[in-house]
């Protein structure tokens, strides 16, 4: 292994957790969850995702671990180095591919975020009517200069971290940020609870109703538990080959499990009950940040410091992700030789932005149906998360148990941990044969092979 290579090393093991965290914890938990769950059943279809994400989430994201760590390589060298000459070079392909397209897209959100920001710091959120915060959410992503702008504004922030490097970058503003975020939400949640009638929201996040709970919302339940833990890129993959043999994998994979989890309740116990407060219903959609929120805050007493607190954590969240989405690309390129880290972050960040645009113009000037019948939004989002990813996590659940002995699997576990014989084998065959079983009838349903 060259110098260059170990200079791509976390700091410390918390570091490791903070930043992987950060990239799990993004959109997936904050913006996504609580729309979904307000229109699936809200109780029980949080059970659901707790159970499918620790059944399940937890057994593919401790293999992505074990991989990269035993690798010690980027998302392609790692299925070349364990399986030479195969097609399975195929699926750090598919990671890198889906990364690619995701930040394409998902940079217009963090750009959303940021004009958000901006309009609730000057005061241009405050006053409207309910209809009126719909008409303006319209207004702002129908506007190309504007969303352009926010859109190259949040990749530049991504890149000026990433070509940093590991530990002078992502970590270091990880480990900033995730406390940061985390505080953030209690603060959020400790001012909805104090609302009138809020325990009708906390009733309804945490009180299953599982006459409400239909099948097609436990399957896209089993959905959200692989994908927002950001796996099956093989991101996991490539942050876990910059660790040394002395972190404990298994307890840094539930850690970052549990910050996931608990993200995910802190965002539904600051929606939740503000909505419920002011008699609004829970099934708004995606627009239930954007139009919704900003309504249900400017009602409040400071609401639009606790909304602009809101954001933060929003835009912290929607950062660290994109930082492990450029670097899993800019990883499999550098291929270790940090001398071209920085050319490379940004030659890979301005190109995203630029095949995002179109994916930006689709509230606009290109809201016509391009392919599949969708926008470029619509159907660069569908590509990634009805058959990339769950391609991707198909492949890797698949290849960690055909690809490595069990001795090989274990004492790469072990190493660090004191994970004994009766953990490894319960994670091993889960990993083995529930997850791949999983991941196929998510991705048959997300294709439209069947549905309920």
């Given at each position: 292994m060259s110098d260059r290579r170990m200079t791509a090393k976390w700091a410390s093991k918390l570091g490791f957790v903070l930043a992987a965290a950060g990239s799990a914890i993004g959109l997936g938990?904050?913006?996504?969850?609580?729309?979904?769950?307000?229109?699936?059943?809200?109780?029980?279809?949080?059970?659901?995702?707790?159970?499918?994400?620790?059944?399940?989430?937890?057994?593919?994201?401790?293999?992505?671990?074990?991989?990269?760590?035993?690798?010690?390589?980027?998302?392609?060298?790692?299925?070349?180095?364990?399986?030479?000459?195969?097609?399975?070079?195929?699926?750090?392909?598919?990671?890198?591919?889906?990364?690619?397209?995701?930040?394409?897209?998902?940079?217009?959100?963090?750009?959303?975020?940021?004009?958000?920001?901006?309009?609730?710091?000057?005061?241009?959120?405050?006053?409207?009517?309910?209809?009126?915060?719909?008409?303006?959410?319209?207004?702002?992503?129908?506007?190309?200069?504007?969303?352009?702008?926010?859109?190259?504004?949040?990749?530049?922030?991504?890149?000026?971290?990433?070509?940093?490097?590991?530990?002078?970058?992502?970590?270091?503003?990880?480990?900033?940020?995730?406390p940061l975020l985390f505080i953030l939400f209690i603060a959020l949640v400790l001012r909805a609870l104090t609302l009138e009638h809020a325990i009708d929201g906390v009733r309804f996040l945490l009180v299953p109703d599982f006459g409400s709970l239909t099948p097609q919302a436990i399957l896209f339940a089993l959905g959200q538990a692989f994908f927002t833990l950001t796996l099956g890129v093989s991101v996991m993959v490539t942050y876990s080959s910059y660790l040394s043999k002395s972190q404990n994998l298994p307890k840094s994979a539930l850690s970052i499990v549990i910050m996931n989890l608990a993200v995910t309740l802190l965002a539904g116990l600051a929606i939740f009950p503000a909505v419920f407060s002011f008699g609004l219903q829970p099934d708004q959609g995606p627009t239930l940040l954007f139009a919704v929120l900003p309504a249900v805050f400017?009602?409040?007493?400071?609401?639009?410091?606790?909304?602009?607190?809101?954001?933060?954590?929003?835009?912290?969240?929607?950062?660290?992700?994109?930082?492990?989405?450029?670097?899993?690309?800019?990883?499999?390129?550098?291929?270790?030789?940090?001398?071209?880290?920085?050319?490379?972050?940004?030659?890979?960040?301005?190109?995203?932005?630029?095949?995002?645009?179109?994916?930006?113009?689709?509230?606009?000037?290109?809201?016509?149906?391009?392919?599949?019948?969708?926008?470029?939004?619509?159907?660069?989002?569908?590509v990634v998360s009805n058959i990339l990813m769950p391609l991707g996590a198909l492949f890797i659940s698949i290849f960690i148990p055909l690809k490595l002995s069990k001795h090989d699997l274990y004492e790469e576990m072990k190493s660090g941990s004191k994970a004994g014989k009766g953990f490894f084998i319960v994670w091993f065959y889960l990993l083995r044969f529930l997850v791949p079983l999983a991941i196929v009838l998510v991705f048959l349903n997300l294709i439209g092979v069947f549905s309920f």
């Open positions: 938990a904050i913006w996504k969850f609580p729309y979904v769950a307000g229109t699936s059943g809200g109780g029980a279809f949080f059970l659901v995702f707790v159970l499918f994400t620790i059944l399940l989430g937890y057994p593919l994201l401790l293999g992505e671990f074990v991989l990269g760590r035993k690798s010690q390589s980027d998302a392609i060298g790692t299925y070349q180095k364990i399986a030479p000459g195969t097609p399975w070079v195929i699926t750090g392909w598919i990671g890198i591919a889906a990364c690619f397209l995701v930040l394409s897209f998902y940079s217009v959100i963090g750009g959303w975020i940021l004009l958000y920001i901006i309009k609730a710091v000057t005061g241009s959120l405050s006053g409207l009517t309910q209809a009126g915060y719909g008409e303006l959410f319209g207004s702002i992503i129908q506007d190309p200069l504007q969303t352009l702008a926010a859109q190259l504004a949040f990749i530049i922030m991504t890149i000026l971290v990433v070509a940093k490097g590991v530990q002078k970058g992502i970590e270091r503003v990880s480990s900033i940020m995730m400017d009602r409040l007493p400071f609401g639009m410091l606790f909304f602009i607190g809101f954001l933060t954590a929003f835009l912290f969240a929607a950062l660290t992700s994109a930082f492990s989405m450029i670097e899993i690309i800019v990883a499999a390129i550098t291929k270790g030789d940090q001398t071209k880290r920085g050319k490379w972050t940004w030659t890979i960040g301005l190109l995203i932005f630029a095949v995002g645009i179109p994916s930006c113009l689709s509230y606009g000037m290109l809201d016509e149906p391009f392919i599949f019948k969708k926008t470029f939004f619509d159907a660069a989002d569908y």
